[in-house]
């Protein structure tokens, strides 16, 4: 092979590794709606259930809201990726008049799997999640204040995650809360209300995403492929075969 040759290779070799990973490589926005509620509040009772001797607690719980932000996505072999997000959520209850509304910046670890292959566009994943609390509001829940919320909580979640060819994703999560959103510095400071209850965040979670990775991989590949062919070319066409 003729020193021109091995050039042309080289450039083949230097153009395609960059490309390489870059495919690898999955990042982009994403937003969609929470359902969410909080545990153990069926054996809450507010002041009215309390004065009319009723048991049931608060069931009617849930609260619909919204979350966005970004995700990144690494795939380091063809079943497997790794990745993490920063996401604005809201989550929390509402009650009738009753209302807990909790906002967290969010930022989850997880693992996904592909069992159809990267290419099928299917994975399911899982891992922890850390939630810091942005805001709190409490409507007519007195004994329950901001000033007594966890400014962190951890939750674990695992979920289903689709993603199409032209760049759309479909991500369905439930995330189950693990440690209690309340923290008063002493156990007598607890309300009686909700001593010994661990109230944790529970919340279903519904998103859509655009793969801004896949886009900007298809546009570099394109680039790529151009004067490759070019170069290709002009060597045939000077007899470097």
Not at 56 to 67: A, I, Q
Not at 94 to 100: E, M
Not at 112 to 134: E, I, N, T
Not at 135 to 155: D, I
Request: proline share 5%; glycine share 8%; charged share 15%.
């Amino acid at each position: 092979m003729q020193k021109s040759s091995w050039i042309v290779v080289a450039i083949a070799i230097a153009l395609g590794i960059p490309s390489a990973h870059a495919q690898r490589l999955s990042y982009g926005p994403k937003a969609g709606i929470n359902f969410s509620a909080i545990s153990q509040l069926d054996k809450f009772q507010t002041p009215k259930q309390r004065k009319k001797g009723k048991q049931e607690g608060l069931f009617d719980v849930l609260r619909t809201s919204f979350h966005t932000g970004a995700y990144l996505e690494y795939r380091p072999i063809p079943k497997l990726s790794i990745g993490t997000e920063l996401v604005y959520s809201r989550v929390g209850f509402v009650h009738k008049k009753y209302a807990l509304k909790l906002s967290y910046t969010s930022i989850p670890l997880w693992i996904m799997f592909y069992p159809f292959g990267h290419s099928a566009g299917m994975g399911v994943y899982l891992g922890p999640q850390f939630d810091f609390l942005w805001q709190a509001t409490p409507v007519r829940l007195k004994l329950l204040q901001e000033r007594h919320m966890s400014t962190l909580a951890l939750s674990a979640i695992a979920g289903i995650q689709s993603t199409f060819a032209w760049g759309l994703r479909i991500d369905l999560r439930y995330n189950w809360g693990l440690t209690d959103i309340f923290d008063f510095q002493a156990p007598a400071q607890r309300p009686f209300q909700i001593a010994g209850l661990q109230l944790a965040n529970h919340w279903l979670q519904l998103s859509l995403g655009y793969n801004l990775g896949a886009v900007m991989f298809q546009q570099k590949a394109r680039e790529i492929r151009s004067p490759l062919r070019r170069t290709m070319y002009c060597y045939r066409s000077n007899g470097g075969y």
